[in-house]
């Protein structure tokens, strides 16, 4: 699979934990200088000072998902660019997690790119300034493809193809 926007890794790691024959291609830019002061504004300042170090996001993500290194590969950029990067590469995931920009580019890219690929995704009603982001960009590539979207709490996912009633397949 491909996860975009990892933060610390606390998604990633329940993939892996879950999973264990999963491999999580890792994509965010894991940009300093603001890390430590998010984390000190909900509540970890213990950590500020650790995320605000130089490339102490990126180290804090690697440690945190350490025990699995070998089934992580951190892909150091941001998306939608680095999406592309990957397809030319021959990457194919069975599955991409959306959980970075919020906007509608990530998905019209991941369904060029991979087709087939299982699309879902985080954060359904989180709302910013009175903007259902996340909810918006998933329900406006739903409608444009005639696909349908099932969501619970936070999570969402994009159905491509309807369940079938298995009697009435071939
Ligand atoms: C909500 S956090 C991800 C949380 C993580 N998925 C979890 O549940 O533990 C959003 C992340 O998206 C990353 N991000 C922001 N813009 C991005 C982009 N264009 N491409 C990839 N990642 C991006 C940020 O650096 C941040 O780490």
């Known amino acids: 699979m491909i996860e975009i926007g990892l933060f610390l890794g606390g998604s990633a790691a329940r993939w892996l934990q879950t999973s264990p024959d999963i491999i999580v291609i890792c994509v965010d830019p ?18 500020q000072d650790q995320l605000n170090a130089k ?11 350490s025990a699995c290194s070998s089934r992580v590969i951190p892909v150091r950029d941001a998306s939608p660019e680095a999406l592309l990067k990957l397809f030319l590469l021959g990457v194919q995931p069975d599955l991409v997690f959306l959980d970075a920009t919020k906007t509608i580019d990530d998905l019209l890219v991941c369904h060029q790119l ?24 998933v329900i406006k590539f ?29």
């Open 30 to 47: 894991w940009l300093d200088g603001w890390a430590g002061d998010y984390a000190a504004k909900y509540g970890n300042s213990e950590f």
């Open 55 to 65: 490339e102490g996001l990126f180290q804090t993500f690697l440690v945190n998902l």
């Open 114 to 137: 991979w087709p087939s690929a299982i699309l879902t995704g985080d954060d359904w009603s989180w709302e910013l300034e009175g903007d259902f982001l996340a909810k918006d960009a």
């Open 142 to 170: 739903a409608s444009k493809h005639g696909f349908e979207v099932i969501h619970k709490r936070q999570s969402w996912l994009i159905v491509k193809e309807p369940e079938r009633d298995p009697q009435t397949v071939g």
